[in-house]
């Protein structure tokens, strides 16, 4: 979070500023990853424990997860308030693209646990380390993983005889007991298929 707009004391800050990064060393707050200098960036003004400040994305991230705000920004051309201008703007249809992409994407993601075959041969088993074949069956679980004061269920993929002792990992996001009827509703996969996967399961 830093200051890229100086005004006079008690002056009012604009509630978003597009400009272009003015180093390589802020991180967008979506990825995670650095804004290169000279990449259009855009801040959203937040009242901090250490003052007012901005908190910096790159312009693609920030419409994949809150297009409506890029939207006001554009209208308000954001661009007058940064101390630099971007040499490029992506327009404001590209970014709503994006933004639609990104929602089609989020729409497709299965809630864990699930049964899947597996697209290729170069996936590992999380448990035995044991390749999973492409065209066989793996069941997807999950593992939370912290970041910071966050949570988030990270997938796993396991042969299905591997499936109990992944469970009684300590990281685990999936109860044992809900295990079945999960599979049962999240699985997209023939009704066969996903009966062989269940009596391997509980023959361990």
Known sequence: MDHPTAGTPGAELPPHVIEAA???RSRCKACRR???????RIGFLIEGPFGTGYLWHHLTCAARKMFDRVAEAYADEAWRHGKEKPAKLPSLETLRRES???????ARRRSVPYVELAPSGRSRCKQCGGPIEQGAPRVVLGREVRFGSQVRTAPVKVHPGCVAEELQHPECAVEAENLEPSLRANSDVEPAVLERVLDEIRAR
């Open 100 to 106: 639609e992409r990104a929602v089609e994407r989020r």
């Open 34 to 40: 650095t804004i290169a200098k000279g990449a259009p």
């Open 22 to 24: 003015r180093s390589g």
